[in-house]
């Protein structure tokens, strides 16, 4: 099942892609050793990015998937904006297409092999700002499902080097919160479907069809103990986005924490009816299996101006 599973995202990856996206400069490949393990990453450099420090957004795959997709499944927005706005945009490869997001009782590789992702992001962010001249005080992390949950992680335990994080559909692992001890403030800003066939908004076991993937808490206990955490005051607000797209009935409501002294903020944006997709991205599976992909917000645009607003 976990075969076929990840043949038809592939398949339907490699046959999608968003015509007359043109860039300045093409994906490169790179690699770098931690440990015993050569690590994969492709990274997206402008052609023509001033000699400046750069911010740097690091974005994560799914469970099952690789850096390529990722490009794939957000329409190469990513790489435009990085046109844009000059940043350094990279796609690390997980170990057998997974992280090792800090869950238990998950049989992949990167898990019972308790591979150190954590130490692959450090050194790969030090190789960012040492030789790409990536600004050490712009760092940002995004990722779906399996990634969201590392983003979760790589806060608690990489908050010297990263300035906010943006999880989509996916939510703290449940053994995370007891240890999540961040020096520093994160900015934190979540996109979750309430209909999310496989990582509960509400918390408990994450399925993989009928594969049990380890436990989640609720969304908005992830929101709440970052708030905590940020020192954010404990009184959001919410409030409804406004409708774009008469024919999607997905509807989206905003969560917004007070800032904290620091200036850290927590956002929280429930895609009611939405799935286990990235709004705005590619319906990289059929609504069977993953659920609605929300037209009402763009995910890749809400999230870069979310980390232009936020420095370490």
Not at 46 to 75: F, N, Q, R, S, W
Not at 118 to 144: C, Q, W
Request: with cysteine; proline share 8%.
């Amino acid at each position: 099942m976990r075969t076929l599973y990840f043949l038809l995202i592939s398949m339907m990856l490699a046959a999608t892609a968003q015509a007359g996206v043109k860039l300045s400069a093409k994906p490169k490949w790179g690699h770098i050793q931690v440990g015993q393990l050569k690590r994969d990453y492709i990274y997206y450099i402008p052609a023509k990015a001033p000699v400046k420090p750069l911010p740097l957004i690091l974005v994560l795959h799914g469970g099952t998937g690789k850096p390529e997709g990722m490009e794939k499944l957000t329409y190469n927005r990513f790489n435009e904006l990085a046109d844009e706005d000059n940043a350094i945009i990279v796609y690390p490869a997980g170990i057998d297409h997974n992280w090792n997001d800090g869950r238990n009782d998950v049989s992949s590789k990167a898990f019972q092999e308790n591979v150190d992702d954590v130490g692959f992001i450090s050194k790969l962010i030090d190789e960012m700002v040492n030789i790409e001249n990536a600004d050490p005080h712009r760092v940002y992390v995004t990722g779906i499902s399996n990634g969201a949950m590392m983003c979760n992680r790589l806060a608690c335990e990489l908050s010297d080097k990263i300035a906010a994080i943006a999880p989509v559909a996916g939510s703290m692992p449940a053994n995370l919160p007891d240890r999540c001890q961040p020096k520093f403030p994160v900015s934190v800003l979540m996109i979750n479907g309430d209909k999310d066939p496989l990582v509960p908004f509400e918390g408990g076991d994450v399925h993989f069809f009928k594969h049990k993937r380890g436990q989640v808490i609720p969304v908005q206990d992830t929101a709440l103990h970052w708030a905590v955490l940020d020192g954010c005051p404990n009184n959001p607000t919410r409030a409804p986005l406004p409708v774009k797209d008469l024919r999607d009935l997905t509807r989206v409501e905003r969560v917004v924490y007070p800032p904290s002294k620091s200036g850290a903020e927590v956002f929280l944006f429930i895609v009611h009816g939405g799935g286990h997709t990235w709004p705005g991205g590619l319906p990289y599976l059929g609504e069977w299996a993953v659920g609605k992909v929300s037209r009402q917000l763009d995910a890749t645009d809400l999230i870069w101006d979310f980390f232009k607003r936020h420095e370490r």
